[in-house]
């Protein structure tokens, strides 16, 4: 287990605790990061139906997952084998019979048929076909809407996921050394990523690397017009541009980042507008203390870009920490207007500034912070400057 | 764009005459892998909502997501201006509004409001809060469910189909040759995981490697007792053994397949359960001829082990192809009792036999295959054994 036993207590007493104040008795967590965040549990088991089941009354919650998943239940979590449920394989891909009516015979057999169930309407994990299942099995129980309910107990970091992060960002740091090392005229864009995927698992000497829950995103040439794109077998070419965004992870904590290259001397127009994004960046970070919102942070970065002529329509950044396909982002807080959340001390956020032009590509850089009693911390020591390679 | 427009167009017409023969009018399909298969769309967007639809009348499909992703949507797929549709950023992780709204004021605009739609009700990508925001806005559509219509159209392979996942398979022969020559006593697994990575990306000196839909699964030790587990930086040690799950990619169709290796002599068990396996997935190719049906050919699996007195629960393979996070399961056809979806030419699948023990670990092999006039063919070459390193 990456974290003691009375750190999950605390997340499954703060867990019962937003239940209870939105009338729910059971909720069914089926989002592998929130599965992890209360358990522990992790393993690539999240392409069919689970869930992490937590009742106001009962001090553990119930796993219920595929069979042949249950030794790697016992593995990563403090579960007891009572709280341990496995459906039978022939609900795979089966189109008459659904997993979810094992989970309803498994809820009712605890005397939890009738209560009032949460579940979020919007986690991919729990589809439409899921909802439906469980309600007609189940129909003397009241089901509540909960959108992302344990996502925003996450928001908070302990000081132990703190620590973690920090770990991962030794990770992130190994990984952009090797991105401005390994990118040169002549080398396939995929033999780049064969290094960078190497120094992301290898991590470092103390300990290794994850999976990033996201492939690394390369766009490059042509391609940074656009920033989801990963790579393709093309080499690099002299006069290109080349980002490259992807997390060191450490037991399932991503710390993010987007860095650039570009080999030869750059145009003008990419020089003016990194400066730009990067005194943005700076007047955004200098803006996350605590008490400041969301949408003032986002303010700061507007102004100082507004001087340079420059627009951006997409937030800032968003909430970091445990993450799994597809992708890290916590879904709570938003760097935008609007967004009042107010930064607090040990909150985790990525603050990524990318301008995209459909005429010549784009700009993009990020910082992973967390907020202290003084400011922004940042999480990983990498220059934020065009890497310029000649 | 990967296969010519003709391809397309086919694969299009298809998807209209399976929509016709449900009722359904407009399709809205959210599976990456779907929209891929459809529209040549490859961009790691698949995190917020967006979705191909596809109408009975129109020749074109329209593609609506993030408006940061639509230069994506020009480089990859054949899709003209007036179909790319973006929706506006301040509804990215938006608590009061969904993205969805957006896409009923299109359909409403397009006179596509008060049609049959159809959706996949067990598609990760639409949420209950999907169908639920669309069905509140368009109250005088009619939704029908269309469980996996696209993937149903996806489980016959083209010969251009098939000869990208025989490229493919290079690539799964250039990882498992650096799985074996890697391992060894005293290398952390992680760092082992980095040189599979590289293979994976890297690819062959003529096409170049994409990346994996599911994290590289390597079990080892006692970790052997469930196939789902990645890695830790726990170090190899002699007498474990060690397995990895994991697929060579070219353009987004997987090729996976799980190979073994031994650090030391392999105690008895291990090699006659091994042996076991290896003599049952023979069996059950030998089965895998057109006419036969999947559950004929999970019968000889079944008949060959029982000799040993060996039985598993969890069915022997699946479809196979084009893949996005979380699973490269086309989520169509089992081999196992009971599917008596019959085997025709062009068919790709994945056999995987793996039995899993909570005493002594497990075994698990695994084999990729087409289906020819003449039986099964393996996508590739890598012997089926335990490597044993001494």
Same mark, same amino acid.
Request: with cysteine; proline share 6%.
């Given at each position: 287990?990456?974290?003691?036993?009375?750190?999950?207590?605390?997340?499954?007493?703060?867990?019962?605790?937003?239940?209870?104040?939105?009338?729910?008795?059971?909720?069914?967590?089926?989002?592998?990061?929130?599965?992890?965040?209360?358990?522990?549990?992790?393993?690539?088991?999240?392409?069919?139906?689970?869930?992490?089941?937590?009742?106001?009354?009962?001090?553990?919650?119930?796993?219920?997952?595929?069979?042949?998943?249950?030794?790697?239940?016992?593995?990563?979590?403090?579960?007891?084998?009572?709280?341990?449920?496995?459906?039978?394989?022939?609900?795979?891909?089966?189109?008459?019979?659904?997993?979810?009516?094992?989970?309803?015979?498994?809820?009712?057999?605890?005397?939890?048929?009738?209560?009032?169930?949460?579940?979020d309407?919007?986690?991919?994990?729990?589809?439409?076909?899921?909802?439906?299942?469980?309600?007609?099995?189940?129909?003397?129980?009241?089901?509540?809407?909960?959108?992302?309910?344990?996502?925003?107990?996450?928001?908070?970091?302990?000081?132990?996921?703190?620590?973690?992060? $920090? %770990? !991962? +960002?030794?990770?992130?740091?190994?990984?952009?050394?090797?991105?401005?090392?390994?990118? =040169?005229? &002549?080398?396939?864009?995929?033999?780049?990523?064969?290094?960078?995927?190497?120094?992301?698992?290898?991590?470092?000497?103390?300990?290794?690397?994850?999976?990033?829950?996201?492939?690394?995103l390369?766009?490059?040439?042509?391609?940074?017009?656009?920033?989801?794109?990963?790579?393709?077998?093309?080499?690099?070419?002299?006069?290109?541009?080349?980002?490259?965004?992807?997390?060191?992870v450490?037991?399932?904590?991503?710390?993010?980042?987007?860095?650039?290259?570009?080999?030869?001397?750059?145009?003008?127009?990419?020089?003016?507008?990194?400066?730009?994004?990067?005194?943005?960046?700076?007047?955004?970070?200098?803006?996350?203390r605590?008490?400041?919102?969301?949408?003032? $942070? %986002? !303010? +700061?970065?507007?102004?100082?870009?507004?001087?340079?002529?420059?627009?951006?329509?997409? =937030?800032? &950044?968003?909430?970091?920490?445990?993450?799994?396909?597809?992708?890290?982002?916590?879904?709570?807080v938003?760097?935008?207007?609007?967004?009042?959340?107010?930064?607090?001390?040990?909150?985790?956020?990525h603050?990524v500034?990318?301008?995209?032009?459909?005429?010549?590509?784009?700009?993009?850089?990020?910082?992973?912070f967390?907020?202290?009693?003084?400011?922004?911390?940042?999480?990983?020591?990498?220059?934020?400057?065009?890497?310029?390679?000649?």
């Amino acid at each position: 287990m990456v974290f003691d036993r009375d750190e999950y207590r605390e997340r499954l007493s703060r867990c019962r605790k937003a239940m209870a104040e939105r009338g729910i008795e059971v909720l069914i967590e089926s989002d592998p990061a929130n599965m992890n965040y209360l358990t522990g549990y992790d393993g690539w088991s999240f392409y069919y139906a689970q869930a992490v089941i937590v009742t106001l009354e009962d001090e553990d919650p119930l796993w219920i997952g595929r069979g042949v998943d249950i030794a790697g239940v016992r593995l990563t979590t403090f579960l007891t084998e009572e709280n341990i449920v496995p459906w039978p394989d022939h609900l795979v891909d089966n189109a008459v019979n659904h997993p979810m009516e094992f989970f309803a015979e498994q809820l009712s057999a605890r005397g939890l048929g009738r209560k009032a169930i949460g579940f979020d309407p919007d986690s991919y994990q729990f589809t439409p076909r899921c909802l439906d299942v469980l309600q007609a099995a189940l129909p003397n129980a009241r089901f509540v809407v909960a959108p992302r309910l344990v996502n925003w107990l996450r928001v908070l970091k302990s000081e132990a996921e703190i620590k973690v992060m $920090v %770990e !991962a +960002a030794r990770i992130t740091e190994s990984i952009m050394r090797a991105f401005f090392e390994v990118v =040169r005229p &002549g080398l396939r864009e995929c033999d780049a990523i064969g290094e960078i995927y190497k120094a992301q698992a290898a991590g470092t000497k103390a300990f290794g690397g994850e999976y990033c829950c996201v492939a690394p995103l390369m766009p490059t040439g042509e391609g940074t017009a656009t920033p989801h794109m990963t790579w393709s077998d093309r080499k690099f070419q002299t006069g290109e541009a080349t980002y490259l965004e992807t997390a060191g992870v450490r037991h399932r904590y991503h710390v993010p980042m987007v860095r650039a290259v570009h080999l030869g001397a750059p145009p003008q127009q990419l020089v003016d507008t990194s400066k730009a994004v990067n005194e943005g960046i700076e007047a955004a970070l200098a803006a996350a203390r605590p008490g400041n919102s969301c949408e003032e $942070v %986002e !303010a +700061a970065w507007r102004k100082a870009i507004s001087r340079y002529s420059i627009e951006k329509e997409s =937030r800032i &950044g968003y909430s970091i920490g445990v993450g799994y396909p597809p992708d890290w982002g916590e879904h709570t807080v938003s760097l935008r207007p609007r967004d009042k959340s107010v930064l607090q001390e040990n909150m985790a956020l990525h603050m990524v500034c990318g301008i995209w032009d459909q005429d010549w590509g784009g700009v993009s850089f990020s910082e992973p912070f967390h907020v202290s009693s003084n400011g922004a911390v940042l999480f990983a020591k990498v220059p934020r400057e065009l890497h310029v390679k000649q």
